[in-house]
């Protein structure tokens, strides 16, 4: 027997049954990821130690980026300037760290000498991976940072942005003036590393030593102070080696030189 037409009905899932299939998935997916966690536990102890320290410096990573998305986007609905933002919005800022590597590995494609090229992609590819590197191996690199595209002068508009905020400056100034007052700055500290050079960092203070390394990239709060000397001195090592036209380098070694040192992540 038919049914007529005008009798036929759609039926909707109500908005409580929609919740409870989402609730049923998500319980359901929980429950075959912790049995996977299980079997590689049992079965690869090994590179289950290695995915799960990859999974977390991931989660990490993506909430990291999320807080900084959210602080950005309320800074553009209610016109807030970089000076505006409380001390822990600046200082989150100042970790763009990814961008400003991802940067360098984008660029490495357009250098010249195919042996350089290599160096800096294998570079990137350390930092991206957790590795802290070594002093020769960023001075092996000052070669790529004197002329395009990684030259102070012809870095792009967004890559100054992300390196003023490293450096806990306003990125909210028109590109020449983030590109002047950049290399202003690096050149100040610079001058700052040789008088310190001269001094020694054994004749500094605790607290000196600390605000040393906050000055140069690195958030110094749980790194013991040892570290923080020790940090301290490959910092310098690579700064009184360069010349003026290198100071692209000296700039970019906030981010490479720091991103992985002992205790920043916490």
């Known amino acids: 027997m038919r049914t007529p037409i005008g009798s036929?009905?759609?039926?909707?899932?109500?908005?409580?049954?929609?919740?409870?299939?989402?609730?049923?998935?998500?319980?359901?997916?929980?429950?075959?990821?912790?049995?996977?966690?299980?079997?590689?536990?049992?079965?690869?102890?090994?590179?289950?130690?290695?995915?799960?320290?990859?999974?977390?410096?991931?989660?990490m990573l993506w909430a990291d980026a999320?807080?900084?998305?959210?602080?950005?986007?309320?800074?553009?609905?209610?016109?807030?300037?970089?000076?505006?933002?409380?001390?822990?919005?600046?200082e989150h800022l100042r970790q763009a760290h990814p961008e400003i590597v991802s940067y360098l590995e984008k660029a490495s494609p357009l250098i010249a000498d195919g042996g350089l090229r290599w160096q800096l992609t294998d570079l990137c590819n350390k930092v991206q991976r957790g590795t802290h590197p070594a002093v020769q191996d960023l001075l092996a690199l000052r070669q790529c940072f004197r002329s395009h595209p990684l030259d102070m002068n012809q870095l792009q508009t967004s890559q100054v942005k992300a390196l003023s905020?490293?450096?806990?400056?306003?990125?909210?100034?028109?590109?020449?003036?983030?590109?002047?007052r950049l290399k202003a700055h690096t050149t100040v500290i610079q001058q700052l590393d040789k008088a310190l050079a001269k001094l020694g960092v054994g004749q500094l203070t605790a607290q000196e030593v600390r605000s040393a390394c906050y000055l140069r990239g690195l958030n110094s709060t749980h790194i013991a102070e040892d570290r923080c000397r020790t940090w301290l001195g490959e910092w310098l090592q690579i700064s009184c080696s360069l010349e003026e036209a290198e100071l692209s380098l000296l700039l970019h070694s906030v981010v490479l030189l720091s991103t992985n040192y002992l205790g920043t992540r916490r």
């Open 8 to 59: 036929c009905k759609l039926h909707f899932s109500p908005k409580a049954d929609v919740k409870s299939l989402i609730s049923y998935v998500v319980t359901k997916t929980k429950a075959i990821n912790g049995k996977y966690h299980r079997f590689l536990g049992r079965h690869f102890p090994r590179f289950y130690v290695l995915y799960t320290i990859f999974m977390k410096g991931l989660q």
């Open 165 to 180: 905020r490293a450096m806990l400056l306003t990125s909210y100034l028109p590109p020449p003036l983030l590109r002047r």
């Open 66 to 90: 999320k807080k900084a998305r959210r602080i950005k986007t309320n800074m553009w609905k209610h016109n807030i300037k970089f000076h505006q933002l409380s001390y822990r919005e600046m």
